[in-house]
């Protein structure tokens, strides 16, 4: 893998729980440009409004606004920014399904392997 085609992207990384949203900026920020946090998804909304992205990653579970409603608004807008969900659900779950219907891109299996976030961001992009 190029490392080096992922390290210009600036990202919008969308989780309500702190210390997981710390941990995983801190081990994936360092292989992208920009990494912009956001505590929930009405939060995230208003960053993506305001600035441009190349990629967002988000919960779905969170306060004031759910990953799910975020996505859907970010749709309204954007129909081809990647989307990653970070999720507790497995691929045969419901939810997933409807994700993919509303534009998730692709899903991650919580808690997140760092080394299958940077690939999956890597076969986004490339």
């Known amino acids: 893998m190029d490392i080096s085609l992922i390290k210009d992207l600036k990202i919008l990384y969308v989780e309500d729980e702190v210390e997981l949203r710390d941990t995983t900026y801190n081990s994936f920020s360092v292989f992208v440009k920009e990494v ?9 909304f208003d960053k993506f409004s305001s600035d441009k992205f190349d990629l967002i990653i988000t919960d779905l579970s969170m306060p004031i606004m759910t990953g799910t409603d975020m996505i859907k608004k970010i749709r309204e807008v954007d129909s081809s920014i990647p ?25 991650l299996m919580k808690p997140v392997d760092i080394r299958e976030l940077i690939n999956t961001i890597y076969n986004l992009v490339s």
């Not at 912009?36 to 995230?44: E, F, K, L, R």
């Open 36 to 44: 912009v946090v956001a505590s929930n998804g009405q939060d995230g």
């Open 83 to 107: 989307i990653i969900v970070t999720t507790a659900f497995g691929s045969q779950n419901e939810e997933v399904e409807n994700l993919k219907k509303i534009g998730m891109t692709t899903y």
